[in-house]
Each structure stands twice: as C-alpha cells, then as structure tokens.
C-alpha cells in the first residue's frame, strides 16, 4: 500500500480493486441547485446564478466554474460530467436533441423523454448517431478537467445503449414493448447506440477522461426492468463489446444503475465493469454486495441521498459514513459517494458532513 497517493492514483487502485492509502470519495452527478449552495457555504460568497436555466449536460459556464469550485474546496478525488445532446428549447418546457428527441424538462433541467426519432424498423434507414457526434459535445468535459488538472481521477458519463434506445423510441415503455413484439427492432436500435458509444468513448479519451460511466437504470428496487433473460439477450452482448473497447483504449468503466442489481449482477461481472454504482441501500446491503464481488469490481456508493442526506442530521451522516467504510473499505475496491446523486433535496451541510467523515474514517492505516 502506497503512504501518500493523489487523487487520481487513489480512484484507479480503489477501481482495480487494490488498496489505496484512504477511501476515496466522488459523486457522479451534483445537481445546478446544490453546487450553488455548496459553492456558498465553502467560499463564504454569495452566488448570484439563476437556477435551473440550462438542461442536464449543457449547464452555463458559471454553474461549471462553480463546480470546479466545489469539487477542489472540499475536495473531493474526481470529477465527474455527462456529454451533451445539444437540447434546445422548442416551446415553453420541451427540448428536443440533436438526435430528434423531445423533452419536457423539470424545473431543475431534467429531461424525460415524450416523443422519439424511431417509430419504427424503417426509420433507422439511413439514421447514424456517429455523424452527429463531435467535441463540442465534451466541450464541459474538457473545460473541467483542464481547469481542474490530472493529479484528480475524471470520469465521463454516457448513456446505457439501453437508455440511448429508449430515448430514441421516446420512452422506455415503448422499448419494452419491442421487448416482446420486435426484437429485430430492438437488436438494431442497441447497434446504433454502441456504434456511437464506441465513438463517445474514443473522444472521451481525447479530451483527458479516465474512466466512463455508463449511466442508465436496468433495475427497480425489486427486481430488473426487464428480464434476466431480455437483458442477457438484448443488453449484454453490448455491453461486453463497450466493456473491451474501454479496456482496450487504457481506461475503465463503471456501470450506474438504481436498484436489485442481483438478478443480473453476475453478468455485469462476466462483462467485466471495473465498478458499480450506485449499491443502492433500499435493496442492496453494502457488506453482502462487497463480499460477493470482492476482488471482482469495485463499488462505489451507498451513502442513502433519498432519506439521510436529505432529512438526517450531520452526526447520523457521519455515523453511516463510518459503518459503510467500517463494511465495505476492507481490502480495497470501495469508493464512498451517495445513492445516486446529490440532488436539489440534500442538505449541503449534509454532504459536507460525509465528505469530512470519509477524511476521517477513511485511511487505510485504521481499517482492518
């Protein structure tokens, strides 16, 4: 075990499953609202920057400085940020995408898909998600790790080719449905997706990124969207083909999604991510999720952002810090970061509290 590691080296030895000298702490996604409020109590400033302006992925050029900001104030051991669609508004709150998507945006730039490019077989005669990828869209990306700087870990986020397919089909349920009633269709959307996944990996590359994350629910908190069967059939094979081509490329991958990850979780292992997010706490134990994938991928998450970072107190987050580090930090191939993503509901008082807690429980000198 290395003394002292940066940043950087702490993330990619805690993704290889080794151990480094501390936890490492990051988070995917840190919502506009919260990086504002936290960018505020870590400066002793106030922020002047209207809320909610920008969609998920396109956010403005001081909400990205602000999360600079954040990011090194506090610190954490990562940067994270999604490429960009280019959504722009058509009327009132609907936004449609490069790709042909349409939106509806909540009030914090979250888009939910209501109506998609691909009704049918036919309409993928000549459709090509590649042609329309470029740099612009990691222009944020890249800004925050130039500005940032390598000694930390970056990470990276695109679609699940699965969230790409629905998002195309505008909506998940219509996808299912193929599920059952067009699989051609379905095989042929998931190929469309990875081609431009492969791509966006390529370019991610480029502009400095360490790690992918392939964001995009497969699992409620009962069981799997679709059937193990359906993903093995229709999911799988995609994913073990972006899974090469990011180890063959020197970076690594971490697969996002809510949920059971259990009915499906030795096929993630079989497909190789480096690391799985989120270990949701309302349908997965950290301890039991650690012991079966030990030495296998390297999890990350797990701090609860749906009731205790938004209703609890600074000493009950820094106790659960304590306990999830004290269960799952053993041996390496743990990196603290919420359930999902600090979102408009968390406290930041909260979020600074876990931040201090790993700092505090964190190094490997204490952990047994």
């Not at 990086?35 to 400066?43: F, N, V």
């Not at 042929?188 to 629910?217: P, S």
């Amino acid at each position: 075990m290395a003394t002292t590691m940066n940043s950087k080296e702490r993330i990619l030895t805690a993704l290889r499953c080794q151990v480094p000298d501390r936890v490492p702490i990051m988070e995917i996604w840190i919502n506009e609202p919260i990086i504002i409020k936290l960018a505020e109590l870590l400066t002793g400033q106030e922020v002047d920057v209207e809320v909610g302006a920008e969609t998920v992925g396109d956010e403005s050029q001081r909400i990205v400085d602000l999360y600079c900001t954040v990011v090194e104030e506090l610190p954490l051991d990562a940067t994270s940020y999604i490429i960009s669609t280019h959504r722009e508004v058509i009327d009132g709150d609907r936004v449609r995408d490069k790709f042909g998507t349409i939106y509806k945006t909540s009030e914090h730039g979250e888009p939910f898909p209501i109506q998609g490019p691909i009704q049918s077989r036919s309409d993928l005669k000549g459709f090509d998600m590649v042609s329309k990828l470029g740099d612009d869209d990691f222009a944020r990306a890249r800004y925050v790790i130039e500005k940032v700087g390598h000694s930390k870990a970056h990470f990276v986020m695109i679609p699940d080719p699965f969230k790409i397919s629905w998002r195309l089909r505008g909506g998940m349920q219509h996808l299912l449905m193929d599920y059952a009633l067009d699989p051609p269709l379905v095989h042929d959307l998931a190929r469309v997706a990875t081609d431009y996944y492969i791509a966006a990996v390529d370019i991610a590359k480029q502009v400095g990124a360490d790690i992918v994350v392939m964001n995009g629910d497969l699992a409620g908190e009962e069981t799997t969207l679709m059937s193990p069967d359906n993903y093995r059939e229709y999911i799988k094979p995609y994913h073990a083909e972006i899974v090469q081509h990011v180890h063959d490329e020197g970076l690594l991958i971490v697969k996002h999604t809510d949920g059971n990850m259990w009915p499906i979780l030795d096929d993630f292992l079989e497909v190789g991510f480096d690391g799985l997010h989120p270990i949701q706490p309302q349908c997965m134990d950290i301890g039991e999720t650690k012991q079966y994938v030990a030495g296998k991928a390297c999890l990350l998450g797990n701090i609860d952002c749906r009731n205790l970072l938004v209703y609890g107190t600074e000493d009950e987050v820094e106790q659960a810090v304590k306990e999830t580090i004290a269960v799952a930090g053993p041996g390496g191939g743990y990196i603290v970061a919420s359930s999902n993503s600090i979102h408009p509901g968390v406290k930041p008082e909260n979020y600074i509290a876990m931040v201090n807690a790993t700092y505090k429980y964190g190094s490997y000198a204490d952990i047994s």
